[in-house]
């Protein structure tokens, strides 16, 4: 089916002695999106990935890839997917190529066509036959993501790719994701501790705390807040007999004052009412505009200001 998940996780729970790492994790990643997966230090984002990729065994629940039970299909599931948990592994005194061409000595069908195929997608055609140690560490994630895509994979799973680059080599491997998705069809899991690029990167984000599932969505429905509560910037005067009289009203979630203005926290039916209502009380409204919220703004909202790791 064409609108069949591309992942689904039902009732996933890990343990290891008494200590509960993933708690009844249930979600579903949809085909040719890229899936942004965040959480504080120790959420357990690591280990979720490690049992998606058969790493590390499930204690109860089902994890499918492309319909297949990872753990009692593992070959069948497993052939969809090519993954770099933690950092890509290469033999730095081998090139580019003699990395690719021996990884492709362990997968049946790998043609020569094919590496080179991949070579061009990362577009290391230019330094494929140096030396592995000579190249960036942005060099080194591309060439391991094309070590994951040479047996033409439906699922890309990346566990914090950006990590040892700088803002150059981020983006660069943002784009060629992007460029995977949109060409190839892949779709791509991907954790990161970088919250900006996870906005500028992802379709869809889950946000996992102490190995529960907080919250899933796509990534506009995160940060528009839509027919959810919205913040707004009012500039008026008095600025104090504002905040009063604000705080004071009804379904207001919250206000504070600012240099700028009061920052009001509403839905957005509700801000003519009080407009009305500050105007009524003879305050001067001078201006008022919604605050778009970053994806790192609504993160810290949701885990309390837990530092994601």
């Given at each position: 089916?064409?609108?069949?998940?591309?992942?689904?996780?039902?009732?996933?729970?890990?343990?290891v002695?008494?200590?509960?790492?993933?708690?009844?994790?249930?979600?579903?990643?949809?085909?040719?999106?890229?899936?942004?997966?965040?959480?504080?230090?120790?959420?357990?984002?690591?280990?979720?990935?490690?049992?998606?990729?058969?790493?590390?065994?499930?204690?109860?629940?089902?994890?499918?890839?492309?319909?297949?039970?990872?753990?009692?299909?593992?070959?069948?599931?497993?052939?969809?997917?090519?993954?770099i948990?933690?950092?890509?592994?290469?033999?730095?005194?081998?090139?580019?190529?003699?990395?690719?061409?021996?990884?492709?000595?362990?997968?049946?069908?790998?043609?020569?066509?094919r590496?080179?195929?991949?070579?061009?997608?990362?577009?290391?055609?230019d330094?494929?036959?140096?030396?592995?140690?000579?190249?960036?560490?942005?060099?080194?994630?591309?060439?391991?993501?094309?070590?994951?895509?040479?047996?033409?994979?439906?699922?890309?799973?990346?566990?914090?790719p950006?990590?040892?680059?700088?803002?150059?080599?981020?983006?660069?491997?943002?784009?060629?994701?992007?460029?995977?998705?949109?060409t190839?069809?892949?779709?791509?899991?991907?954790?990161?501790?970088?919250?900006?690029?996870?906005?500028?990167?992802?379709?869809?984000?889950?946000?996992?705390?102490?190995?529960?599932?907080?919250?899933?969505?796509?990534?506009?429905?995160?940060?528009?807040?839509?027919?959810?509560?919205?913040?707004?910037?009012?500039?008026?005067?008095?600025?104090?007999?504002?905040?009063?009289?604000?705080?004071?009203?009804?379904?207001?979630?919250?206000?504070?004052?600012?240099?700028?203005?009061?920052?009001?926290?509403?839905?957005?039916?509700?801000?003519?009412?009080?407009?009305?209502?500050?105007?009524?009380?003879?305050?001067?409204?001078?201006?008022?505009?919604?605050?778009?919220?970053?994806?790192?703004?609504?993160?810290?909202?949701?885990?309390?200001?837990?530092?994601?790791?």
């Amino acid at each position: 089916m064409a609108n069949e998940p591309i992942v689904s996780l039902r009732q996933v729970t890990k343990r290891v002695g008494r200590k509960t790492l993933i708690d009844n994790l249930t979600f579903e990643v949809p085909q040719g999106e890229i899936f942004g997966f965040l959480g504080p230090n120790g959420a357990g984002k690591t280990t979720t990935i490690r049992m998606m990729v058969g790493l590390m065994a499930i204690s109860e629940g089902e994890i499918r890839i492309k319909g297949k039970n990872i753990k009692t299909e593992f070959e069948q599931a497993i052939r969809h997917v090519g993954a770099i948990v933690e950092n890509p592994e290469m033999y730095k005194f081998l090139t580019g190529y003699q990395n690719l061409i021996h990884f492709a000595r362990m997968v049946p069908g790998v043609t020569k066509e094919r590496i080179d195929e991949v070579i061009a997608l990362v577009k290391l055609e230019d330094r494929i036959h140096d030396k592995v140690r000579k190249y960036s560490l942005g060099m080194r994630q591309r060439l391991g993501v094309a070590q994951a895509l040479l047996h033409r994979p439906s699922l890309l799973i990346l566990d914090e790719p950006t990590n040892g680059l700088d803002p150059a080599g981020i983006r660069e491997l943002r784009d060629y994701l992007r460029h995977l998705t949109r060409t190839e069809g892949i779709t791509v899991i991907v954790s990161s501790h970088l919250l900006s690029e996870m906005e500028l990167m992802c379709d869809s984000v889950a946000i996992l705390m102490h190995g529960k599932l907080v919250d899933v969505k796509p990534i506009g429905d995160f940060i528009g807040g839509n027919e959810q509560a919205q913040t707004y910037l009012i500039e008026a005067t008095p600025a104090e007999q504002a905040l009063g009289e604000i705080k004071a009203i009804v379904g207001v979630q919250g206000v504070e004052m600012t240099d700028e203005g009061l920052l009001v926290t509403a839905v957005r039916d509700q801000i003519p009412a009080i407009l009305a209502h500050l105007m009524r009380q003879d305050i001067q409204i001078y201006g008022v505009r919604a605050v778009r919220q970053s994806l790192e703004d609504r993160f810290l909202q949701i885990t309390g200001g837990e530092q994601v790791g």
